[in-house]
């Protein structure tokens, strides 16, 4: 490993190295636990106390809820298993790489081989304590030919993965990515025992700040408070009950009534009653959450890209904004890296809604006539109401839409990427390289546009492997510029993640990665 | 020959009972037999499977196809039906496509908690519809009479998640005297459980009420027009004694068919119910299996509520021949 750059702090334009600044942290005894942010509210806000039980109550709960890692897919069970469980690396408030179950990594000037020094000591809630093995068993268990699991795609970028000692796991991958530290950070990513298998799975055993007492799918999780917890400051309630609330009239009605303390997924037609309501913050949490619509790039019309053109010319995304997430979000510039990214290229004008120029795309690409069918769904409320919505916009600028309302069920196996114009959402990822290349470069799983642009997939090559930020930065500014000006897909609007909890529950700067503060609010929040 | 009087006829013809038992009971196994066929076409109909609706957005092929070879839907229909049916006449339930668990016990808490609130519900309704049934046809057509048809009527109008939400808003939210959510959990103790369950158990009150109050009130008006009733008047037996006493028990029959029918729908049918509480019952499971095309668990749940309505049916005939000597005595 001597060609490993020593002391590289290789994702943070920060001038303290991870060295140092994990030595300074270690040093206040609050290891990597409480981040030198700027807390809401006011000073007491800061000190977190232990204590009570924290009662949630979650939409996107199922009878079929899972504790198995490569199947988890909504708020319920991942609620819980992050509770339950720990991922090598946590990616914090402000969208920084920090150490969780890795003590520290390092990574070769390639960004090829990536070293990772396991925390010592962590014992799993059955007294096991975490090795080496445990890590390359957690990891693998996504890989292979026999995985089902979500993050399969994510992870075929890895050559081989190997213990070097009882401590010390080193990942080789096929190609150079610095940012692959914020991939571990994924959901699906925890870690579990080595040999956790069948029935096992359910009953959560992790290394994570809760231990599981009882674990009804889709109903309710009954949590305790790890007395053994390896982080510090992390984990303040005694118990933590998620409850599975599906209809959000009765999650609004359990908080109004105090029956629970936080919920999710707040309506954004009734939030602003909500506000009113003495006792209960609203917190509105700006992520990279967006809405899409698909257009396949190589399915006439949408091959040509003057029709395309036309299309994200007649869709007016301020009243998207204000219509149909009531002012919960933002405009979108046609290209999926969000505004708080590191990344985002401010320089891009927005584009506005220009019916005069929508027409003239048209004109040129020669369809003034055609109609265009429009895929959408009930699967989510945006997708209709942004359909709808659009639907009207274009007309104003002479374009005729057809809607084409699809069953929920399926949608993702028969529509999605199948039909040449429909509806999508895609959750937040980390890094800009993982938005990319799960949806936009030729060889990406999801490519759901069919988009094929040489330039772009080498500037995404690139940029992954660059350690200079200055150089990826002016890669990824490029990459934003091409989906905005020839891709498929039309970005109308990042949607804010609103959710609602009684004044009672404390926290520090939300991160807006995944719901519920990234779903780590049982590991973060704390009661006042 | 038929009489006014309750019990008139005789003991039932016990080995024509047993017959007909028989019978009925046969015929409700073939019933189950193709209610489980169908349910398999059903849900093989749908569009996607276990696979794609787990994995969702972010299915590959390749994850899609190991799916479905682990949990062997990539056999054919009928193979897979087969193997399903061999297990479950051999009492073998099997487990959970989705997490695993066996289908015994997935299936054994949510269906006590649905017949607790179904007996709970019922224990409240059946006697309150009857009552009110009796009283409304003994003062026909009086102030009170009208009360009770337009206030159950307009229950049975609205939709039961309306009532729901009104019950909750009043007497959850403004009065805060009963909790929003019923969720059980095993700590808790009867008493706990049946003052969590006040609101549902109210809304399927009220759900059930107007059914059964007007189908005793049309049976024993219709009973009261009768030679016989007007020969018990004649005779100077008080009102009520002949409403309770004469009319009632041969208004029976259709009484007992649509207490039935509604117990049926107290267990089967109030998945709405379930999710505006929150109650953890059976139809919750059955809605999201069949989402998630979880087909033994659909299987499962989709055969008891098929037995719970073909047990009721078959208890509310049995109930009715044994309450009409006409029926009783065939000749």
New interface residues.
């Given amino acids: 490993m001597t060609d490993l750059k020593q002391s590289t702090p290789p994702l943070s334009t920060d001038p303290i190295s991870r060295r140092k600044f994990l030595k300074q942290m270690s040093a206040l005894g609050l290891s990597m636990a409480i981040l030198p942010g700027v807390f809401h509210g006011s000073a007491q806000a800061a000190v977190p106390q232990k204590g009570g039980r924290f009662r949630m109550?979650m939409g996107g709960a199922?009878?079929?809820?899972?504790l198995?890692t490569p199947?988890l897919?909504d708020q319920f069970e991942m609620h819980t298993n992050y509770a339950l469980r720990n991922n090598l690396v946590e990616v914090n408030q402000k969208g920084e790489a920090i150490p969780e179950l890795a003590e520290s990594w390092d990574v070769s000037s390639d960004a090829v081989k990536w070293m990772f020094d396991l925390r010592r000591g962590v014992e799993f809630h059955n007294g096991k304590t975490l090795d080496a093995e445990d890590v390359i068993y957690s990891i693998r268990h996504h890989m292979g030919?026999?995985?089902?699991?979500?993050a399969?795609?994510l992870l075929d970028q890895i050559d081989e993965i190997r213990a070097d000692g009882k401590n010390r796991v080193l990942f080789t991958l096929k190609g150079g990515n610095a940012d692959f530290p914020y991939i571990l950070n994924d959901y699906h990513l925890t870690i579990v025992p080595a040999g956790t298998t069948?029935?096992e799975w359910?009953k959560g055993i992790g290394t994570g700040g809760y231990t599981l007492e009882?674990w009804?799918?889709?109903?309710?999780s009954?949590l305790k408070r790890n007395p053994n917890y390896f982080k510090q400051g992390r984990a303040h309630f005694d118990e933590v009950e998620i409850?599975?609330?599906?209809?959000v009239?009765?999650r609004t009605?359990?908080l109004?009534?105090g029956?629970i303390d936080y919920m999710n997924r707040t309506e954004v037609k009734t939030a602003h009653l909500f506000k009113r309501m003495p006792g209960i913050e609203i917190m509105q949490t700006a992520g990279g959450l967006q809405f899409t619509l698909a257009m396949l790039t190589d399915i006439s019309p949408f091959d040509r890209n003057d029709a395309r053109l036309a299309l994200k010319h007649a869709i007016d995304r301020e009243e998207i904004v204000k219509q149909v997430l009531r002012g919960y979000g933002t405009v979108g510039n046609d290209h999926p890296i969000q505004k708080n990214d590191r990344f985002f290229a401010a320089d891009i004008p927005q584009r506005q809604y220009d019916p005069d120029k929508a027409k003239f795309y048209l004109k040129k690409a020669g369809l003034t006539d055609q109609t265009f069918p429009l895929h959408t769904s009930d699967l989510n409320t945006i997708y209709l109401d942004m359909a709808t919505l659009f639907k009207e916009q274009a007309r104003k600028a002479g374009l005729k839409i057809q809607l084409i309302k699809e069953?929920a069920?399926?949608y993702?196996?028969?529509v999605?990427i199948k039909k040449p114009f429909c509806n999508c959402h895609w959750a937040a990822r980390p890094t800009a390289d993982m938005m990319l290349s799960v949806a936009y470069t030729s060889q990406a799983?999801?490519n759901d546009t069919h988009l094929k642009s040489p330039r772009l997939d080498e500037l995404v090559k690139i940029a992954r492997a660059e350690l200079d930020q200055a150089k990826r930065q002016e890669a990824y500014a490029e990459c934003q510029r091409i989906i905005r000006d020839e891709g498929g897909t039309i970005v109308p609007c990042f949607k804010d993640y609103v959710e609602a909890a009684s004044t009672k529950v404390q926290h520090g700067p939300i991160s807006g990665l995944l719901e519920s503060d990234a779903h780590r609010a049982a590991e973060r929040w704390w009661f006042a | 020959m038929p009489t006014g009087l309750p019990n008139g006829g005789g003991l039932p013809d016990m080995k024509d009972m047993t017959a007909t038992i028989l019978k009925r009971i046969g015929h409700s196994v073939i019933t189950l037999f193709v209610i489980s066929i169908l349910i398999f076409a059903g849900v093989e109909a749908?569009?996607?499977d276990l696979?794609?609706?787990?994995?969702?957005?972010?299915?590959?092929p390749?994850?899609?196809e190991?799916?479905r070879?682990?949990l062997k839907l990539d056999l054919p229909p009928h193979v897979r039906y087969i193997s399903w049916l061999g297990d479950f006449v051999q009492g073998e339930m099997g487990r959970?496509l989705?997490?695993?668990?066996p289908i015994t016990e997935?299936i054994g808490?949510r269906l006590s908690n649905t017949l607790f609130l179904a007996a709970a519900a019922a224990v409240v309704a059946v006697p309150l519809a009857i009552i009110l049934g009796i009283l409304a046809a003994l003062y026909r057509n009086t102030f009170f009479d009208r009360i009770v048809s337009m206030v159950s009527l307009s229950a049975i109008s609205f939709p039961e998640f309306f009532i729901a939400?009104i019950l909750?808003a009043l007497i959850?939210?403004k009065l805060?005297l009963f909790?929003?959510?019923s969720?059980l959990?095993?700590q808790m103790s009867l008493a706990d459980k049946l003052y969590t369950i006040v609101l549902p158990c109210l809304t399927l009150t009220m759900v059930v009420l107007a059914h059964m109050m007007r189908q005793t009130r049309a049976a024993i008006i219709n009973v009261l027009a009768t030679p016989y009733i007007e020969m018990a008047r004649l005779k100077g037996v008080s009102r009520l004694r002949v409403v309770v006493l004469h009319a009632f028990p041969n208004a029976l029959s259709p009484v007992i068919n649509v207490v039935a029918l509604n117990m049926a729908y107290l267990v089967a049918g109030v998945v709405i119910v379930e999710?505006?509480?929150?109650y953890?019952g059976l139809g919750?499971?059955l809605v999201?299996?069949v989402?998630?095309r979880?087909l033994p668990?659909v299987q499962a749940s989709g055969l008891i509520f098929a037995s719970v309505y073909i047990g009721l049916n078959l208890l509310a005939d049995l109930l009715s021949i044994a309450s009409n000597p006409r029926l009783r005595n065939p000749r």
């Fill in positions: 109550g199922h009878t079929t809820d899972s198995h199947t897919a030919p026999d995985s089902k699991s979500g399969k795609g069948g029935n359910e009882e009804e799918p889709g109903v309710r009954f409850l599975g609330i599906n209809d009239n009765a009605n359990a109004k009534t029956r069953p069920d399926g993702w196996s028969n999605w799983k999801w | 749908l569009p996607g696979a794609e609706s787990i994995l969702g957005q972010s299915a590959l390749e994850t899609v190991a799916f070879k682990e959970s989705s997490n695993h668990r997935l808490w939400y909750i959850s939210v805060p909790p929003s959510i969720t959990d095993d999710v505006v509480f929150v953890p919750q499971l999201d299996s989402s998630k979880d668990v």
